[in-house]
């Protein structure tokens, strides 16, 4: 167990629509990424967060958008849903202030799957 | 842009030693990680180079060499638990962030 957590695990939705993933890093950590991770694209980085602002951008839609709370936690929106949105994204998080922030701790992961 | 090389698949017997290479191109670098994936779960930390070299953490060690754009991870004694998804991944920290571009993986199968 990393100890960061996502939620829905599981997200099934039509083309179309909006869904939002939520992450809570790891008590302590700064920084919040976000990666998609699909067969024909493989593990992509596509946001990151450090304590509320962003820091690094990278693939990323549009259609997609991110934040990080006061209290750390991030949520990733995906809109206007199509059917190559269907992956697995996953939240990771590093850096205790101070510290090395070199490796970075993944959660379970959500399955969006798009019909 | 950046690319990162890695074989898609390699087989080993249990106890063996296995190397996964990794070559890269890249337009910033700050250096190399090694992340494990088995099936269907997270990806989880296994080594980071940003000097040119050998890091070994017990059984697993990675190497880097920043002239020629290259490193390996070495798997000793390998088990049946160590089959897995393994991805090199190149940190860039231009701008002030740390984003991390991954490899396509290689698929490390041990047999007995």
């Known amino acids: 167990d990393s100890g960061v957590t996502q939620t829905p695990k599981h997200l099934i939705t039509a083309t179309g629509q909006r869904v939002t993933l939520r992450c809570s890093p790891r008590?302590?950590?700064?920084?919040v990424y976000w990666y998609q991770q699909s067969l024909d694209q493989g593990l992509q980085f596509l946001i990151q967060?450090?304590?509320?602002?962003?820091?690094a951008k990278g693939n990323i839609l549009e259609r997609f958008s991110a934040q990080q709370f006061p209290d750390l936690h991030s949520e990733l929106n995906l809109s206007s849903l199509e059917l190559g949105d269907s992956a697995l994204y996953f939240c990771?998080?590093?850096?205790?202030?101070?510290?090395?922030?070199?490796?970075?701790?993944f959660g379970p992961g959500t399955r969006l799957t798009v019909l | 842009g950046q690319s990162l090389e890695q074989p898609s698949e390699v087989t080993a017997v249990e106890g063996a030693i296995v190397q996964i290479n990794c070559t890269y191109q890249?337009?910033?670098?700050?250096?190399l990680s090694w992340y494990q994936q088995h099936d269907g779960g997270a990806p989880t930390f296994l080594s980071y180079?940003?000097?040119?070299g050998l890091e070994e953490t017990g059984r697993f060690s990675s190497f880097l060499s920043r002239s020629d754009s290259y490193g390996y991870l070495l798997l000793q004694e390998l088990q049946m638990k160590d089959s897995a998804s393994y991805f090199c991944?190149?940190?860039?920290?231009?701008?002030?962030?740390?984003?991390?571009?991954f490899g396509t993986g290689t698929q490390l199968k041990v047999e007995l």
């Open positions: 967060y450090y304590n509320g602002e962003e820091r």
């Open positions: 991944a190149v940190i860039d920290k231009t701008g002030g962030g740390n984003k991390l571009t």
């Open positions: 990771a998080s590093s850096v205790v202030a101070g510290g090395p922030d070199n490796e970075q701790f």
């Open positions: 008590s302590g950590d700064l920084s």
């Open positions: 890249t337009s910033g670098f700050y250096g």
């Open positions: 180079n940003a000097l040119d």
